[in-house]
T-cell receptor, first 114, second 110 residues
């Protein structure tokens, strides 16, 4: 069974631009969560989607948004990029939206904002 | 609000036991997790413990939970150089989000 895939793996943007990251969960998984990882803030929860519905959202500004499609693939979008948005963005999938389910993480998309 | 804290660094000799500690604040936490992240890789779930358990053992890994003190620890027996990585403690409560600690970087000296 293929793991969680994230595209692109690396991205370089400039301030003010917007970016879209993609995550394909493991086949059959319906829950997708997004995290931002930075050296200073560690891993911070962005949002979780289950069956195309956002279940919870972390403490990030409205510039960060996401969505999930009927095939469970998910995208996150960051508009008006700032230097501080440079980070590794990790996506994780699980079968359901249950804390008992193991979350499987993708390799991440490393975003650099210049 | 919810918070998870852990020490940033731990250095041990190969063959010794490693103990990584973590404290959390959310009393409604139902599941507590330990993840491992190797350089350039995503996170890998090592083990988890349900909040009504005190201990869980899985081969070289032992997780201890003190719910009263909101303290979680991960013991790695016979630590090997391949165990060098960042270890994250995380908790999940009644909401749908997982809160991670900052990670403990484990150095294993040969």
């Amino acid at each position: 069974k293929a793991g969680v895939t994230q595209t692109p793996r690396y991205l370089i943007k400039t301030r003010g631009q917007q970016v879209t990251l993609s995550c394909s969960p493991i086949s059959g998984h319906r829950s997708v969560s997004w995290y931002q990882q930075t050296p200073g803030q560690g891993l911070q929860f962005l949002f979780e989607y289950f069956s195309e519905t956002q279940r919870n959202k972390g403490n990030f500004p409205g510039r960060f948004s996401g969505r999930q499609f009927s095939n469970s693939r998910s995208e996150m979008n960051v508009s008006t990029l700032e230097l501080g948005d440079s980070a590794l963005y990790l996506c994780a999938s699980s079968p359901r939206s249950s804390p008992a389910d193991e979350q499987f993480f993708g390799p991440g998309t490393r975003l650099t904002v210049l | 609000g919810e918070d998870v804290e852990q020490s940033l660094f731990l250095s041990v000799r190969e063959g010794d036991s490693s103990v990584i500690n973590c404290t959390y604040t959310d009393s409604s936490s139902t599941y507590l997790y330990w993840y491992k992240q190797e350089p350039g890789a995503g996170l890998q779930l090592l083990t988890y413990i349900f909040s009504n358990m005190d201990m869980k053992q899985d081969q070289r890994l032992t997780v201890l939970l003190n719910k009263k003190d909101k303290h979680l620890s991960l013991r790695i027996a016979d630590t090997q150089t391949g165990d060098s990585a960042i270890y994250f403690c995380a908790e999940r409560g009644g909401g749908f989000k997982t809160i991670f600690g900052a990670g403990t970087r484990l150095f294993v000296k040969a």
